[in-house]
C-alpha cells in the first residue's frame, strides 16, 4: 500500500494461521521446558547430595544449593525465551507469523518469573 509515494506497513494484520509456525513454536517452548525440568531435577539431586546438605534436612540447606536451584533452570527459561525473540524476529523478517513466536517468548518469560519466585521464597 502506497500513500503520498511512502510505502505503508499494515502492522494491524497479524497472521495468526500458520499451523506449521504453531507446531514448530510449540515444540520449542515444550522442549525449552522439558530441558529446564531435567536441569531442575539435576540440580535439586546435586544439591541434596552436597556434603554440606547431607546431615541437614533439606537439599537446599545453603546459600549456594539455593543459588544453584534457582538460576539454572531460570537460566534456561531465560534463554529460550531470549531464542523465540530471536526466531520471532526473524519471522518478522520474512513476512511470517511472528505474534506466535512472540507469545511463545512472553510464555517462556512468565514461567521463569514464576519460577524464580517460588525459588527464591524456598529455604
Known sequence: MRA???????????????????RHAT?????VLGGTAVAAVIA???AAARPACLNAGSSLCDATSRVVVGLVPGG???????????I????WRAERAWPI???????LFTIMVVYLSIATTQG
Open 4 to 22: 503520498g509515494g511512502v510505502d505503508m506497513v499494515n502492522d494491524v494484520e497479524k497472521r495468526w494461521n500458520d499451523p506449521s509456525m504453531l
Open 27 to 31: 515444540s520449542y517452548v515444550l522442549a
Open 44 to 46: 535439586l539431586i546435586w
Open 76 to 86: 534456561i527459561l531465560l534463554f529460550g525465551g531470549i531464542g523465540a525473540l530471536v
Open 88 to 91: 520471532s524476529f526473524r519471522a
Open 101 to 107: 513466536w512472540q507469545g511463545a517468548a512472553w510464555f
